[in-house]
Nanobody, 116 residues
Framework: QVQLVERGGGLVQPGGSLRLSCTAS????????MAWYRQAPGKQRELVAAKSNDGLTNHVPAVRGRFTISRDNARNTVYLQMNNLKPEDTAVYYC??????????WGHGTQVTVFT
């Protein structure tokens, strides 16, 4: 069993920055992917960025060049550095861990609000 604890959401003005973190407790083992998703009001949850334990990385076009996902494998922690935030980035951000055949897990979410 894996528990995910997310930190770092909040309120920020357009152009501002926030850094999210998510730490997984329990046994991760083997190959895995840690990712960030987000869900805005009235919209479906969508992938923001993902990074595998061996370094493969993906950022969706909407955030490329502004957001950066990184990991500390020794601490089972994934980060999302968000720069130049825009109002359309407002959403609940969820941490996600995919352990492939060993299961997948979601965090409870952290609110990010970009207000004018």
């Amino acid at each position: 069993q894996v528990q995910l604890v997310e930190r770092g959401g909040g309120l920020v003005q357009p152009g501002g920055s926030l850094r999210l973190s998510c730490t997984a407790s329990g046994t991760m083992g083997g190959g895995n992917i840690m990712a960030w998703y987000r869900q805005a009001p009235g919209k479906q949850r969508e992938l923001v960025a993902a990074k595998s334990n061996d370094g493969l990385t993906n950022h969706v076009p909407a955030v490329r060049g502004r957001f950066t996902i990184s990991r500390d494998n020794a601490r089972n922690t994934v980060y999302l550095q968000m720069n130049n935030l825009k109002p359309e980035d407002t959403a609940v951000y969820y941490c996600y861990v995919d352990l492939f055949s060993r299961g997948n897990y979601w965090g409870h979410g952290t609110q990010v609000t970009v207000f004018t």
